[in-house]
């Protein structure tokens, strides 16, 4: 009998599984239970969409695309880039076509991180870099966001975390779990603690269409950031196709060139079907883009009120589609509170350390669903907290 | 108004204040609002989407075209109004193409609708002819999908 703990690798088997799945297993194990914890949309991909992956079948459309993706999806993703935060990404040489936005991830943390490498990773956050720095044999280094600053990172927080081993910075905003947003302001601040520095910056911009108040900025439009940083973006959030597994990354061509070959060896090439189907998204969907930011904005309202007239603080995220309350004043931490609410109401909510240790005190929230899916969930949570009240 | 108007159309029942909450508006706002809607004419009532098969599985609807004579002075819209008095009938439509009115009639079972057709529609002197069409299946109603078997595929919990 082989002994798997001494065969396999030690990278592996240390891994932890994420803070997630523990929760999900319980959600799993009680009937009829009303979620609010999934972190995907709830619309279908557009019939448009839908229909151009048919098409492109029906025409056969069903061999390997170039390594970094097709063309003229590259053609359409560089006019996104244009378009939507006003940068310049040349389609032949800086544009990979991933699959999601996690690949991109992927093999972007690995172009970088060297072993010994130390990775800034602003937490709360979406789980996967941290293990895939380790992997890297980088050391991920948490930079935690407060709630007081609305969860957006300042740059008295990054510079105490610089060392002379400091590689990479990962930002992610809009973020999942908190909805908060960085604004240009709040950009340029970072920025010029980075600019002094030959630390690189992967910006996941994967919530980029899913923001409430103005337009979203990257970081890569800030003076001097462009030459170090790594775009990430996708079609699962803004076009609602999760299970199209379709992302892409832009950045200088000295970057792009080596991710390409791990996406080379690894992918070969992304999924043909998805890739026809996202010409038509970036071709001719920004109404359909726009009808779901709408309907996201109103139950965004709608929940963040309701949370605070419960009494669980919640500030106003800008961006996502998650709310982020503060369960403190229950006395209960995150674990305590999610696994009583899901046991006793059947609502099931994420507990925030899932996303980093300063999540604690908080629950995340999603409302990627119906009004009357939100109001009932909302209704069971204000009878679990008047029961908490008076036992 | 437009955001408002959609968030009706689907869920009439939202208060003044969930409303207001929603589309980042103040109660008294929202209730102008609609008060200016309602003295348009936008909004016309409200009235809950009904599946009458679950009350009663006899019950039937049925859309019944009419051809009619045109009056001197009025046109269709007497014949119209007529026809709109009777509690049967939900809906009355004047229509473009092959036939001039569309009503649509509900019925505890086919030959109440049958006898309320050959009775009271035909026995109209204007009305020419009429073809009645019993509906099989309601799938979609005012912008709600019926019964829908359709569920939430995502799963219960992820990143």
């Given amino acids: ?391 | 108004m437009d955001s408002l108007i959609k968030l009706l159309k689907t869920n009439a029942r939202l208060t003044d204040a969930e409303l207001a909450v929603m589309l980042g508006k103040t109660e008294k706002e929202i209730a102008d609002d609609i008060k200016k809607l309602e003295n348009d004419g936008v909004i016309q009532g409200y009235s809950a989407i009904i599946d009458e098969s679950v009350i009663d599985s006899n019950s039937v609807y049925a859309l019944i075209e009419l051809k009619v004579t045109p009056q001197s002075q009025s046109g269709f819209d007497e014949i119209a109004k007529e026809i709109s008095q009777y509690d049967e009938v939900e809906s009355v439509r004047l229509m473009s193409g092959g036939y001039d009115i569309s009503v649509a009639v509900t019925g505890g079972n086919i030959r109440d609708v049958s006898q309320f057709v050959s009775q009271k529609l035909a026995a109209i002197d204007a009305v020419q002819s009429t073809a009645t069409h019993f509906v099989l299946k309601s799938y979609k109603n005012n912008g709600i999908i019926i019964n829908s078997s359709e569920t939430d595929e995502r799963g219960l919990v992820s990143p």
Avoid at chain 1, 45 to 70: D, F, H, M, Q
Avoid at chain 1, 157 to 176: A, G, S, V
Avoid at chain 1, 184 to 199: C, M, N, P, Q, Y
């Fill in chain 1, 1 to 391: 009998m082989i002994d798997y703990n001494k065969v396999l690798s030690k990278t592996a088997i240390e891994m932890k599984p994420s803070g997630i799945r523990k929760f999900f297993d319980i959600a799993q194990s009680i009937d009829d239970i009303i979620s609010l914890g999934v972190g995907e949309p709830d619309f279908k991909t557009p019939w448009k969409i839908r229909e151009a992956a048919i098409s492109s079948l029906k025409l056969g459309r069903t061999v390997y695309t170039a390594n970094a993706g097709l063309m003229e999806l590259r053609e359409e993703i560089s006019k996104y880039f244009k378009r939507t935060i006003g940068m310049t990404y040349s389609p032949v040489d800086e544009i990979v076509v991933t699959v999601g936005g996690s690949e991109a991830i992927d093999i972007s943390i690995r172009t970088i991180v060297e072993p010994g490498d130390e990775v800034l990773i602003v937490e709360p956050c979406f789980v996967c870099y941290a293990p895939i720095v380790s992997l890297s044999g980088g050391i991920p280094v948490s930079i935690e966001t407060k709630a007081e600053n609305e969860f957006r990172l300042t740059p008295d927080e990054l510079r105490e975390k610089i060392t002379d081993k400091t590689k990479l910075l990962i930002l992610p905003y809009p973020n999942n779990p908190t909805g908060a947003i960085m604004e240009k302001s709040d950009l340029e601040a970072i920025a010029e603690v980075l600019r002094e520095t030959d630390i690189m910056v992967i910006s996941d911009e994967i919530y980029s269409e899913l923001t409430y108040s103005g337009k979203h900025c990257s970081i890569a439009q800030i003076d001097g950031m462009r030459e170090r940083t790594v775009v990430i973006n996708g079609f699962s959030k803004s076009f609602a196709m999760t299970g199209w597994r379709l992302g892409f990354m832009a950045g200088p061509k000295e970057v792009i060139k080596h991710s390409l070959k791990l996406h080379q060896y690894a992918i070969m090439s992304s999924p043909t079907t998805s890739q026809y189907a996202a010409i038509v998204a970036l071709q001719s969907c920004e109404k359909d883009i726009q009808m779901m930011r709408d309907e996201y904005n109103m139950r965004r309202r709608y929940i963040v009120d309701a949370f605070n007239k419960l009494g669980l603080d919640c500030f106003t995220p800008q961006g996502a589609f998650y709310v982020f309350p503060c369960i403190k004043s229950t006395g209960m931490t995150s674990d305590e509170f999610c696994e009583k609410l899901v046991y006793s109401k059947k609502v099931a909510v994420v507990p925030g350390t899932a996303f980093g240790k300063c999540g604690e005190g908080f629950i995340r929230v999603s409302y990627a669903y119906s009004i009357n899916h939100l109001k009932e969930a909302v209704k069971r949570i204000g009878e679990f907290l008047e029961e908490i009240k008076n036992n």
